[in-house]
C-alpha cells in the first residue's frame, strides 16, 4: 500500500498570498497526479508527472504550478491566492496502473 | 470525450441491505476501471482495480462487475454496515491515454442502523 502524504490539511489565508502545497510518497512511483475538487463535484486533474523533471498541465486548467525535483515530492504552488482558488486539492501516485491517493488538503481563501 | 456518470447520485438505506451502485462511461475503450470510497473532507482510498479483461474483481464484501461492451460497471456491497456510508467514486482510464483518471460525480452512501 503506498504513503502518500499531504500538508498541511487545511488551510485559510488571504487574498494575494503565496501558498505550497506540499505532497510526498515514500513508495518510489514515478507517476504524481494533482485533482482539484469542488464539494460535491468530480475530481478534476490538473496537473501531473511522469518522473523527476517532468510535469504537465492536466484537463482542467489552473493558475497553480508544480515542480517535480525529487521523485518523492511534488509540490503544489500558487502564486497569489483568490477566492476562486477556494477548493479541495488531492496528490496522487501510481504504480502501474492502480492510483494511490493523499488525504487531501482543503483550501479556503478569503 | 469520455464521460463517467453514477447512478443514483445519494442512496440511504438500512444495515443488513445489499446494494447495487451503478457506473456508466460513453466511450468502451478503456484500459481499466477504478472504484474509490471517500469519506467526508478526506482521500480516496481504493477498493477495486477492475482490467479491460476482467469481468469482475472481489475484495471481501464488495464485487465489482465490468462490461465494456456497454459501458457500464456495478459495484455490490453486502450485508452493508453504518461504516459503509461514504461517497463512492468510479474512475475510468482510457485506452489511448493510460495516464489520465476520468472520474463520475460519485454515489454518496448513508446507511443507517
Known amino acids: 500500500e503506498a504513503d502518500i502524504y499531504q500538508t498541511p490539511r487545511y488551510l485559510v489565508i488571504g487574498t494575494g498570498k503565496k501558498i505550497t502545497l506540499e505532497c510526498s510518497q515514500t513508495?518510489?512511483?514515478?507517476?504524481m497526479y494533482w485533482y482539484q475538487q469542488d464539494p460535491g463535484m468530480e475530481l478534476h486533474l490538473i496537473h501531473y508527472?511522469?518522473?523527476?523533471?517532468?510535469?504537465e498541465k492536466g484537463d482542467l486548467s489552473s493558475e497553480s504550478t508544480v515542480s517535480r525535483i525529487r521523485t518523492e515530492h511534488f509540490p503544489l504552488t500558487l502564486e497569489s491566492a483568490r477566492p476562486s482558488h477556494t477548493s479541495q486539492y488531492l496528490c496522487?501516485?501510481?504504480?502501474?496502473?492502480?492510483?494511490?491517493f493523499g488525504p487531501g488538503t482543503r483550501l479556503t481563501v478569503l | 470525450k469520455q464521460e463517467v456518470t453514477q447512478i443514483p447520485a445519494a442512496l440511504s438505506v438500512p444495515e443488513g441491505e445489499n446494494l447495487v451502485l451503478n457506473c456508466s462511461f460513453t466511450?468502451?475503450?478503456?484500459?481499466?476501471l477504478q472504484w474509490f470510497r471517500q469519506d467526508p473532507g478526506k482521500g480516496l482510498t481504493s477498493l477495486l482495480l477492475?482490467?479491460?479483461?476482467?469481468r469482475e474483481q472481489t475484495s471481501g464484501r464488495l464485487n465489482a462487475s465490468l462490461d465494456k461492451s456497454s459501458g457500464r460497471s456495478t459495484l455490490y456491497i453486502a450485508a452493508s454496515q453504518p461504516g459503509d456510508s461514504a461517497t463512492y467514486l468510479c474512475?475510468?482510464?482510457?485506452?489511448?491515454?493510460?495516464?489520465?483518471?476520468?472520474f463520475g460525480t460519485g454515489t454518496r452512501l448513508q446507511v443507517f442502523p
Open positions: 477492475i482490467q479491460s479483461s476482467q
Open positions: 474512475a475510468v482510464r482510457t485506452a489511448y491515454n493510460t495516464d489520465k483518471l476520468i
Open positions: 508527472s511522469y518522473g523527476v523533471n517532468s510535469t
Open positions: 513508495m518510489g512511483h514515478d507517476k
Open positions: 496522487a501516485s501510481s504504480r502501474g496502473n492502480e492510483q494511490f
Open positions: 466511450d468502451s475503450a478503456i484500459y481499466n
